[in-house]
């Protein structure tokens, strides 16, 4: 089992930019690509970036296309998310996952907040 640790959430007004840590511990982050997702009240989780193992290869969901950034750095146990322009509609709890060979790994971190106000 690997222990996630979201950090970096915060208030920010609509077109400005925040940076999300999520730290994993264990020995294995780098076999596995990683992903950040979110949840709006009232709404399930959804998809929002995908990284290889490597850190060659990003996914993004259409709405945050160009807008964040995926990274990691395997030698810290650590994935990214650099969000920039941000809009209302981004508001939402930000959470990382593990991409097992199965799906998505089932198991979450705390989560980190993100408020957007327009």
């Known amino acids: 089992q690997v222990q996630l640790v979201e950090s970096g959430g915060g208030l920010v007004q609509a077109g400005g930019s925040l940076r999300l840590s999520c730290a994993a511990s264990g020995r294995t982050f780098s076999s596995n690509d990683m992903g950040w997702f979110r949840q709006a009240p009232g709404k399930e989780r959804e998809f929002v970036a995908r990284i290889s193992r490597s850190g060659d290869i990003t996914y993004y969901a259409s709405p945050v296309k160009g807008r964040f950034t995926i990274s990691r750095d395997n030698a810290k146990n650590t994935v990214y998310l650099q969000m920039n322009s941000l809009k209302a509609e981004d508001t939402a709890v930000y959470y990382c996952?593990?991409?097992?060979?199965?799906?998505?790994?089932?198991?979450w971190g705390q989560g980190t907040q993100v408020t957007v106000s327009s």
């Open positions: 996952r593990i991409l097992m060979p199965t799906g998505w790994a089932d198991y």
